[in-house]
């Protein structure tokens, strides 16, 4: 199994950045993949962003470049920069870890104000 934690979320002004972290703990060898998702109140989780082991990162076409993802092996930890914050960007955010086993972490508030 693997633990995920996020850390990084809070309230920012509309345009601001953020940048959130996932610790990854436990059997962080079988990880293959990471990814950030989010969920906004009544809305379905969306998928924002995927990073692999060898740091090949794929996107959501709708975050337009806002967003990176990285990864330091070292740390067992991804990261989510968030640019040019929008209030459409208020949500829940999430780590997921794919390995031997599929793992969510508890997941952090962002907040936008507009």
């Known amino acids: 199994q693997v633990r995920l934690v996020e850390s990084g979320g809070g309230l920012v002004e509309a345009g601001g950045s953020l940048r959130l972290s996932c610790a990854a703990s436990?059997?962080?060898?079988?990880?293959?993949?990471m990814s950030w998702f989010r969920q906004a109140p009544g809305q379905q989780r969306e998928w924002l962003a995927t990073i692999t082991r060898g740091n090949s990162a794929k996107y959501a076409a709708s975050l337009k470049g806002r967003f990176s993802i990285s990864r330091d092996n070292a740390k067992n930890t991804v990261y989510l920069q968030m640019d040019s914050l929008k209030p459409e960007d208020t949500a829940v955010y999430y780590c997921n870890a794919v390995g031997s086993s599929n793992n969510w972490g508890q997941g952090t508030q962002v907040t936008v104000s507009s």
């Open positions: 436990g059997n962080t060898s079988s990880i293959r993949v």
